[in-house]
């Protein structure tokens, strides 16, 4: 996410939070009082959010200073200290809430992908993030699924042709959804992936005979199925095809889709069904 990105979401998050004033702490705390926060973890897992952090404090009061111990991707640990920052007391107050939110919600994600990472690290297959993220935090979750050892699907609607049952039915069969897909990004002069969808072998077999698709898709297959699918594909493509088995497969089964050979194993879980991890910002006296 570029830095001019970031700027506007983090002008909306404290738009959100504080808005004219944070009433509790400009009723106790002198302005020029200064003081430190220390960031502490409290639960195991992988850290992340470290840089957007130090950018949201940066926002917020240029003049605080960070003083860093941990990075992103770091194991952590109960009593680990990511941080300390050290300026105005009521910027330190303000800034809390918002930076623990993000940061909870990283490294969260990131903890999440890196234990579906660790359940297939016998493999070559690798774990995907999906569409199904928090809206307007879809760049830092998929930025965090990264930290965590997993791989981005699609960033959005976009930067990857992505037809779906639904598409494919639209379209009139897999045939006219593929070829439709293939001259729109000649006619368009998009040099986009194509990946599709299938159902079932005679999807696949249609699916290779176009010998359009760069991945195909095993939808909601079951790890049998995934075997005999992941032959076919290989036995009858002339080229290297990339295969992904996606639908409702959770942390106990991933494994047995990932030795039926395929690429890819996209979790919608590393998002949309994250426990962020705990974590406090306390003042140091």
């Known amino acids: ?38 960031l502490i973890v409290k639960e195991q897992g992988i850290i992340a959010g470290i840089e957007v952090a130090k950018q949201i404090i940066a926002y917020f009061d240029p003049e605080c200073r960070v003083e860093q111990f941990l990075h992103d991707g770091d194991e952590v640990r109960p009593g680990d200290i990511a941080f300390k920052v050290y300026g105005k007391e009521l910027s330190l107050l303000q800034i809390e809430r918002t930076m623990l939110n993000i940061m909870q919600r990283m490294s969260g994600v990131a903890t999440t992908a890196h234990t579906y990472q660790s359940r297939i690290a016998d493999t070559k297959c690798h774990v995907l993030d999906t569409r199904k993220t928090t809206p307007g935090l879809r760049y830092l979750e998929k930025e ?122 996209s979790v919608g879980a590393l998002t949309h069904s994250v426990k962020s991890l705990d974590m406090s910002f306390k003042a140091v006296k």
């Not at 738009?15 to 003081?35: A, F």
């Not at 965090?144 to 990857?160: E, Q, S, T, W």
């Not at 959804?177 to 077999?205: G, M, Q, W």
């Open 144 to 265: 965090a699924v990264k930290i965590g050892g997993g791989m981005n699907h699609r960033i959005g609607l976009f930067d990857m042709i992505l037809l779906k049952d639904n598409h494919v039915d639209f379209a009139g069969g897999i045939t006219n959804a593929l070829t439709r897909a293939h001259d729109y990004c000649i006619a368009n002069n998009k040099p986009l992936r194509i990946e599709i969808e299938v159902r079932n072998e005679d999807e696949i077999r249609e699916a290779i005979a176009t010998d359009i698709p760069d991945r195909i898709m095993l939808d909601n297959f079951t790890p049998e199925r995934t075997k005999t699918a992941v032959e076919l594909i290989r036995s009858l493509s002339k080229r290297y095809i990339e295969i992904e088995s996606s639908g409702g497969i959770t942390l106990e089964t991933i494994h047995d889709y990932a030795v039926c050979g395929v690429d890819f194993v």
């Open 1 to 38: 996410m570029n830095t001019e990105d970031l700027k506007e979401l983090i002008a909306v998050w404290f738009h959100e939070d504080i808005r004219e004033g944070d009433h509790t702490s400009l009723s106790c705390i002198p302005p020029t009082q200064m003081g430190c926060q220390q």
